[in-house]
């Protein structure tokens, strides 16, 4: 390659790598499939679609970016399957469609202190309640973040034939959580199965 | 400093310098004490006067960092170990923080914090093992190792940066939205590696601290013992050959480990070998503390290191309800069919040293249904309920009674 | 040759300025009246200088940390003071309050990544950010809990600050050119990057916020940490313009 070329292939180069990463909308009072599975859910109020930075069974939405407000949507999620892309150097945890209710929150509190180095996490409650016209479970936490902000979540899940279905929102515990709760809590009533 | 105290810490330096400078012979037995301390220090020179300041604003940082585990009492035993290892002379100036992270990895700066991550409590199992991890964390303070490396390094990054651009072939021009990760730093400590040789010299000063000390120098090699089998088994069971020793931080430009301890033996004064290596002490100190931290480690998913390290600290320091339970607990998670009448028969022997432990019968009900023992879950989870009434996923456990699923 | 490649760099760095804007916005009703003699609390300003070297090693230097300090402090008591404003220095905080203090800057930190990211960067904009930044609303906030942050019951505003400097040497200067010429990577000769934001005590509400990656002006002396600040409070209602 002349000198003039490499040159010119560097500009391409730069032209090509410009971030086009586009958002898409997602409208108020408009029902939408959601993980590229059969579960829809309509929001209440207008969010944004987040693409490609979740593994396959799931889908992440947001309203103010997602460091202030993360809302995550897992569906027919198999067994062997992990919650999380997979990562280099460290092993992440794996659905277990033998795994109960019951210990839904353990998972999730493991995938997010091996995928966010999250070293401070407190399970605060979890209670029974109906997801997709099964019986589930609502449980909530929180976290500390690799940026030293607290992180509150929750999440809601059901078991269907062994296989995982979950909404799950984290917000910052000062301000945003509270801001993104009656959003989440409108998506969750709203979701069902086709 | 004035130019006399100036010269008197230069001859220190040079007195003590040759002595340290090269790795020390396995032929030279003991290591011998060490060097007297020069007294209250002030940092000389653009360098270290900079790199204190940014130490002072990290530890204004860390101190009020949510990522403190803010436990005065342990802070506290911490700095006696120090003292009684180091001598209370030169433990004084320095301030002891607890970082709460799972990993084995402690620090000094050099204005004198030093920063012990929680992990370190399961990988040392006495006094005399954390005499030496922090004697040798306080042998590069006081030899300003951080002031070297910290040369080192800049010049050691210079050749790497352009090595990054000659072989580049793709645009990288994203920036960091997120100017608070210059904080993140001030927490953990500025990662620092130093030379193998700086390595040894600190492991030399460490072992000199203990041999001068009331406690058991023979221990300091057990560390390394434990922390390698502790990767061996991380790996093994992650199918790995070859254990990735590089991946904890303390180890990151190490002498080979095995060779540090073989050092470490040999330096270890031989008429020290019947002193007390604190163990009773040392347990008893960080008992309260041990369920977080052990719940902290076997929720990093690392089946392999995590039983090694459980199972070293019971045999050792003698099993207890809350060990048994971790286990039970990391057999539970770890999911496997197999793995169930394992969780069954831990959670057993934790009820067994403590039939009050609500948590333990949690673990047992869960496993129990997993394993198709229908009844006895119930019946243990029902336990549970009744020892913790208020438990956080009490209304849970009772649906699942109910409903059964 | 020479002068092809100059150009070809001049392309470069044109379409990176094009990528990474430096902006400010202002919320919707926030105006001129609004800062005059108010009262602003100023949590401590983290600021570090040190030089850069080829390898990206900042090396701290306490001198210019030290200088720089004060010549913000100094340039921004008389940026606002000349719209009638007194500055709150908050003093150093121990215990609840500084870990309090410190959540509330985290939280502010993810939100000025988030409208760096989603609402200035243009090709990158949420779609709902969008929409609202059409319609000229700049709608983010902290919440009403702001109020329990020591000295805002005094205060009827807060000025989160950070800025960060690191000055290239020369080595990093050369390799900056030759990177930009040779592989196609961006090494920036420097990092300055500074954010600034103005938050409504009642309401915990942002009435303003500059966000520029790349910011100007040499901190180490008076005249330079007065270009800063006023890239700083770029924006800021009622401001001198430079």
């Known amino acids: ?194 | 400093m004035t130019k006399a105290r100036l010269l008197v810490f230069a001859s220190v330096l040079a007195a003590v310098g040759p002595a340290y400078a090269a790795s020390p012979p396995k032929s030279a037995g003991q290591a011998s004490l060490p060097p007297p301390y020069s007294g209250a220090y002030q940092p000389i020179g653009k360098d270290e006067i900079g790199l204190w300041q940014r130490d002072d604003e990290d530890e204004r940082i860390l101190a009020a960092s949510p990522e403190r585990f803010d436990v005065p009492p342990l802070a506290a035993y911490l700095t006696d170990v120090l003292c009684r290892t180091v001598g209370t002379d030169r433990c004084k100036g320095v301030r002891v923080y607890i970082v709460r992270s799972p990993f084995f990895n402690a620090s000094m700066t050099p204005n004198g914090t030093i920063r012990v991550y929680s992990g370190l409590f399961l990988r040392v199992h006495n006094e005399a093992e954390l005499g030496a991890i922090l004697g040798h964390e306080f042998g590069h303070f006081e030899k300003r190792h951080t002031l070297n490396a910290f040369k080192a390094e800049r010049s050691g990054r210079n050749l790497l940066a352009w090595a990054a651009v000659l072989s580049a072939t793709a645009s990288n021009f994203g920036y960091r939205t997120n100017s608070f990760d210059s904080l993140q730093i001030s927490v953990h400590g500025n990662l620092r590696h130093f030379s193998r040789d700086q390595e040894r010299e600190a492991d030399y000063m460490g072992i000199g601290f203990l041999n001068a000390s009331n406690l058991r120098p023979q221990s300091a090699a057990q560390v390394w013992h434990t922390v390698m089998g502790e990767q061996e088994h991380s790996a093994a069971v992650r199918g790995l050959k070859r254990p990735d020793f590089k991946g904890v931080a303390f180890f990151a430009d190490h002498p080979p480990e095995a060779e540090r301890a073989e050092s470490l033996e040999l330096l270890a004064a031989p008429e020290g070998a019947t002193r007390s290596d604190g163990a009773a002490d040392y347990v008893r100190a960080i008992a309260p503390y041990l369920p977080a931290f052990l719940n902290d480690q076997i929720k990093l998913n690392d089946f392999g290191g995590s039983d090694y390290l459980i199972q070293a600290m019971g045999d050792t320091c003698g099993w207890t309800a809350p060990l048994y339970f971790a286990r039970g607990e990391l057999y539970r998670l770890h999911g496997n069919p197999r793995d169930m009448p394992n969780a069954i028969g831990f959670y057993e022997r934790a009820i067994g040293a403590d039939s009050t432990m609500a948590g333990a019968y949690r673990g047992l009900g869960l496993a129990q249904l997993r394993s198709g023992l229908i009844e006895p879950g119930r019946a243990s989870l029902k336990t549970y309920l009744q020892l913790d009434p208020g438990a956080k996923d009490a209304a849970m456990i009772s649906t699942l009674l109910e409903s059964g699923h | 040759m020479k002068s092809a490649r100059l150009l070809a760099a001049a392309v470069v760095l044109a379409s990176m300025a094009a990528l990474v804007e430096a902006k400010s916005a202002v919320r919707d009703g926030f105006t001129e009246e609004q800062v005059h003699n108010k009262r602003i609390l100023v949590f401590r300003p983290s600021v570090q200088v040190g030089s850069q070297s080829a390898g990206g090693t900042v090396t701290p230097n306490a001198d210019w940390t030290a200088q720089a300090r004060n010549n913000i402090n100094t340039s921004l008591t008389a940026q606002l003071g000349d719209l009638g404003n007194s500055l709150i220095e908050v003093p150093e905080l121990y215990g609840d309050n500084a870990a309090k203090v410190r959540e509330y800057q985290a939280l502010f930190a993810a939100l000025a990544g988030s409208v760096i990211e989603y609402q200035f960067e243009k090709g990158n904009r949420l779609p709902t950010k969008k929409r609202e930044s059409k319609e000229g609303i700049f709608d983010w906030s902290l919440g009403d809990g702001v109020i329990q942050l020591p000295g805002a019951n005094d205060a009827d505003y807060a000025l989160f600050i950070f800025d960060s400097d690191a000055y290239g040497t020369t080595g990093r200067k050369i390799l900056q050119v030759v990177a930009i010429l040779g592989a196609g990577i961006a090494v920036k000769s420097g990092d300055h990057r500074g954010y600034a934001g103005l938050v409504d005590l009642r309401t915990g509400n942002v009435l303003w916020m500059n966000a520029d990656p790349s910011m100007g002006g040499d901190v180490r002396n008076p005249e330079g940490a007065d270009k800063r600040v006023r890239e700083m409070l770029a924006g800021f209602p009622g401001a001198k313009k430079k």
């Not at chain 1, 569906?75 to 990562?87: E, F, I, N, Q, Y």
């Not at chain 1, 995928?115 to 997709?132: H, M, N, Y």
């Not at chain 1, 449980?139 to 902000?149: Q, S």
Request: a neutral charge; aromatic letters at 8%.
């Open chain 1, 1 to 194: 390659m002349t000198k003039t070329g490499f040159v010119a292939a560097t500009i391409a180069c730069i032209l090509v790598a410009t971030p086009v990463q586009a958002h898409k909308l997602e409208e108020a009072n408009v029902a939408v499939r959601v993980a590229k599975s059969k579960m829809s859910v309509t929001p209440e109020r207008a969010w944004n679609g987040i693409g490609g930075r979740q593994g396959k069974q799931s889908e992440v939405w947001t309203i103010d970016g997602e460091q202030l407000n993360e809302l995550i949507f897992f569906a027919d999620v198999r067994g062997g399957a992990t919650l999380a892309p997979k990562m280099k150097h460290v092993t992440l945890p794996t659905w277990d469609e033998k795994m109960l209710l019951v210990e839904l929150p353990e998972l999730v509190e493991r995938n997010y202190r091996v995928t966010r180095q999250v070293t401070e996490f407190t399970q605060i409650s979890s209670k029974p309640q109906t997801f997709l016209g099964r019986d589930g479970i609502a449980f909530e936490y929180e976290y500390v973040n690799a940026d030293g902000l607290h992180v509150r979540g929750i999440a809601v899940a059901t078991i269907i034939d062994g296989a995982l279905y979950m909404i799950n929102l984290n917000a910052p515990r000062l301000n945003y959580f509270e801001r993104s709760k009656a959003a989440f809590d409108a998506i969750v009533a709203s979701a069902k199965l086709d």
